[in-house]
């Protein structure tokens, strides 16, 4: 499918502020890792009938979404005491796969780079449970690069992705606005609670993907942080922000509701 929003300008009112990311399949690549642990996890419990789970049922039931709805919906008769003593377990997997392998989605770094530069407010917006976000962070050489890290769990239960509050919180903490900030995202209820916070979203997703983000209400889709189409936006962001900068400069100024026209300063060669 090919992609229509290649000039969409993702910064609604420049200058750019605020960028929130996602941590799973958004900034690094962490699928293999949650399925190899789910997977040993649910077969060891006869989990259907002992049929291993496919990364296509593991991305339709549990990308994107907290251990609580997972939970709700792998074992919907388990007490929460069970619950805990899995998720325990299956973090403790994760962890250990992820410190072995995790990587960053490509192009990652150019992009942190380029907001450090700017001066941009940065956070982190997970459904993950804190320790494995943070591991996950640190994992990748980020952990002084964002200023804070909001989880589903913050905000009470139910309020997780694809809730907005997650995203919310973080606007709030950060003391930035919504039209002055981007989403990064790859999950269709990340970015369904990015855009219900009020905020442009960029989702990180192939082609096979592709028609799913833009119905969840994707401004742009990239395959990843090397895409063109997503330098361009942020050029486009760039120019917006220095028109609107040089327009300022030059406007006339006006003191107790008189226009004032400073006059020209000659010069002498």
Excluded at 75 to 103: C, H, I, M, N, V
Excluded at 139 to 166: H, M, N, W, Y
Excluded at 196 to 203: D, L
Excluded at 257 to 264: C, K, Q
């Amino acid at each position: 499918m090919e992609n229509t929003q290649d000039s969409f300008v993702i910064c609604r009112s420049p200058p750019l502020e605020a960028l929130l990311f996602d941590i799973d399949g958004t900034m690094c690549v962490s699928d293999p890792f949650h399925h190899r642990a789910f997977s040993e996890l649910l077969q060891s419990l006869n989990y259907n009938g002992g049929v291993p789970i496919t990364p296509e049922f593991g991305m339709k039931h549990m990308a994107g979404r907290s251990n609580e709805q997972i939970g709700r919906f792998l074992f919907p008769d388990w007490t929460q005491a069970q619950l805990d003593a899995f998720f325990a377990e299956k973090e403790a997997l994760f962890g250990r796969y992820a410190s072995e392998g995790l990587r960053e989605v490509a192009g990652l770094g150019a992009l942190c780079r380029w907001a450090r530069e700017r001066g941009l407010k940065r956070a982190a917006v997970t459904n993950a449970p804190r320790a494995n976000a943070e591991l996950m962070i640190a994992i990748l050489g980020l952990s002084e690069f964002f200023q804070l890290i909001v989880t589903g769990e913050d905000c009470g239960e139910g309020r997780s992705k694809p809730a907005p509050d997650p995203y919310l919180r973080a606007l709030a903490l950060l003391g930035a606005s919504p039209d002055r900030s981007v989403v990064f995202e790859d999950s269709v209820i990340g970015i369904q609670a990015g855009v219900a916070a009020g905020m442009p979203v960029v989702a990180i997703a192939g082609e096979s993907r592709e028609a799913r983000v833009v119905a969840a209400g994707a401004a742009l889709v990239v395959r990843d942080y090397l895409d063109a189409k997503l330098w361009a936006a942020l050029d486009g962001i760039d120019a917006a922000a220095t028109g609107a900068a040089a327009a300022a400069d030059g406007a006339p100024k006006v003191v107790d509701g008189e226009r004032i026209v400073e006059p020209a300063v000659s010069v002498e060669n």
